[in-house]
């Protein structure tokens, strides 16, 4: 008769590792937490292409796909902090930063720490229709309130459909008075201008800032 021989291992972590060990029972020493609150994720999709282009998750241990975003595991505070460093380079964001104990040596008082970054990117996605506060309107030299975003880099761009004039916004001052997103890349419809004609007959319209439009006779 024929048999079939079963070998069984037990995992045990090393006792390095199991100092490490937190209150979710993990060996990381640093998170980055990367979230951004939209319908869609176009923004987030572009920064993981970034973070791919300039080899940024080479030192992470462990990468993982949550809702709203990604969580980077990192084995030290340092390459944990480098991620944040690059994210605030290329894209508008802001984070915050936790900690928790996770040992301590009473002999030779020495504290054993886990760091938490979480990163907020701006709610603002490239194509989407946005209503400005009035004190941002009145930094971008009174632009319209309802306005454009044509490109999100490491600043917001924004365009005033009404007289094409372009402004920017870094992530401290849209934190600072923040708006949203009123009408989004999915709601929009594609159409083509077939034809421009002047009415010459019309009165003289103007903008809200007094700007002409067009001209009457």
Not at 47 to 56: A, G, P, S
Not at 122 to 139: A, F, H, M, N, Q
Request: hydrophobic fraction near 35%.
């Amino acid at each position: 008769s024929s048999g079939i021989n079963a070998e069984y291992g037990h995992y045990q972590m090393c006792e390095v590792c199991c100092k490490q060990k937190g209150s979710d029972g993990e060996a990381w020493r640093a998170l980055v937490q990367i979230r951004q609150r939209t319908v869609h994720k176009k923004t987030m999709f572009y920064v993981e292409q970034l973070i791919l282009k300039h080899d940024m998750h080479r030192d992470a241990m462990t990468i993982r796909e949550m809702e709203g975003g990604i969580n980077f595991y990192y084995s030290a505070k340092n390459n944990a902090r480098k991620m944040v460093d690059f994210l605030l380079s290329v894209i508008p964001c802001q984070y915050k930063t936790s900690q928790e104990l996770v040992s301590h040596d009473i002999q030779s008082n020495v504290f054993n720490y886990k760091y938490t970054y979480f990163v907020e990117i701006t709610p603002i996605c490239k194509d989407e229709v946005v209503c400005l506060t009035v004190g941002t309107s009145r930094y971008l030299n009174h632009m319209s309130q309802i306005a454009i975003c044509t490109r999100i880099s490491d600043n917001i761009h924004l365009m005033d459909p009404c007289t094409l004039k372009i402004g920017q916004l870094n992530s401290q001052q849209f934190f600072k008075e923040p708006f949203s997103a009123i009408c989004h890349q999915r709601q929009l419809r594609e159409f083509m201008v077939m034809n421009v004609e002047v009415d010459l007959t019309a009165p003289a319209e103007t903008d809200t800032q007094g700007n002409m439009l067009t001209e009457g006779t």
